[in-house]
């Protein structure tokens, strides 16, 4: 498996011109962010990703995703990173 860190100054570009893009969420959305689910879900959900996808583009496993979305883990910032630009968003999104 090639390692979701081959590439950080492609991913820094990535997610940089994805905090440049309109990047409006839905009240929907946003009411379940504010509600206390993971904004992790919430974003995969709007793009319409399954786990699995996301697990595809970003290079994390799915399994590591879903203990993310769930709370059971603490998020290494470069795991963020990669999440973040597989979704194309902006890393405070993610926070």
């Known amino acids: ?56 583009a970003s290079g994390v496993q799915s399994e590591q995703i879903d203990r993310i979305e769930s709370g059971r883990v603490e998020v290494a910032a470069g795991t963020i990173m990669v999440l973040a630009a597989a979704l194309s968003i902006s890393l405070d999104k993610l926070s």
């Open 1 to 56: 498996m090639t390692s979701p860190f081959r590439s950080l100054p492609g991913l820094r570009q990535r997610a940089a011109k994805a905090a440049a893009e309109d990047q409006t969420l839905p009240a929907s959305c946003i009411r379940r962010i504010i509600s206390g689910e993971s904004p992790l879900r919430v974003y995969r959900e709007h793009r319409g990703m399954s786990r699995e996808d996301l697990a595809s």
